[in-house]
């Protein structure tokens, strides 16, 4: 069994890919074949701003979708942005689930909204708080993260899903669900796509960072034509053109049936990685509820008292940490949410059993 260095630093900071999950041999393979292809040379010259036409095609299929209803963009956050400059004016209000992912917090913001969290249940926003946000004001677009959530770890239940679905047709507002965590399932069954209940109210948001790699920088939006058609006018006229290189590489891997074979080897790595998350947990702060997911890079907590002094006691103990602060939104009333001081993510994929347990037990001596 593989011991754990007693000063060996632990990281629970960033939601990474492990590196023993990185496919380089099989990628090699794919970008050989695309670049000895007899037209080899159209996957270095300018293309077509939705991206790839090949892989939109194979995503359409897989959305029931037109290929013209797909923007591939560099990875899935240069799509939020994309997004974000397109719908947001001055004075406009987006809506997050309470935590949210912190750079997409960013994002809107910088792109002018305000940002306003609605606080996260175990089984999604609490709708009746959301009801409450909406007769304030109306936001643009409401971002949730329906599966395994980023920071949260939480699921979507199924009813929620429909409320939301519900509230936005009612209220007129777009929802943007952002799932690249949702095919990393380690048990149990999923809840349909927002898309699924109502595919004219929903952006659905995806990417190939955790199920082949980040640095490919392939993320793709999946909406109504119209909105599709502004945002690849928009892509146009400031990236010019997409990478094709990395999405053609990305069809090679799926047409060779490396994406099915390296899902189930992620799942094989992640799985007990998991497993030993929600066991050092249960072991070590027993007293410290959570919400335990069934697939995803995530588990977090609330610690029963807030403390600004936790991460450099952490970093002293030899776990690094996250600033919690940082997921936060907003509230409603527009103050700073104090749940921020006691919120701590604990990305669980890129440690291995040994030093997952090690960590967990640093932690609970800050308590
Ligand atoms: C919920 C969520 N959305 C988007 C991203 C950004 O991913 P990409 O690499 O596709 O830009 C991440 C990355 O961690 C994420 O967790």
Redo the contacts with the bound molecule.
Sequence with gaps: MQSTNQTEQISLT???PAVEALPTKLLSECFQAVLEAPDGWSVLQYGHNGGYLPLRRLLAEQYNVTPDQIIV????????DLLSALTIKAGDIVFVEQP??D??IKTFRRRGAKVVGIPLEHDGVNIAILEQAIAKQVPTFMYV?PDF???AGVTTSAHKRQALVDLAEKHNFWLVE????RTLRYKGESAPLLRDLNAERVLT??????LIS?AL???YLVGPLALVKELTKLAEETILAPVLPTQAAVVEFHKRGYFASNLENLKGLYAPRLQSIVAALKKHMPTVPFAEPEGG??VSIYLPTGTDTLLQRAQAAGLALTNGQDFFADTLDGGEDAMGQRFVRLPFCALTPVQIEEGIRRLATLL
């Design positions: 960033r939601g990474v963009g560099n990875g899935s956050l240069h799509l939020q949210s992912y750079r997409a993260i959530q980023n920071p952002d799932i690249p965590y948001i995806s990417s190939y960072s955790k980040p920088r392939v993320g890079f995530f």
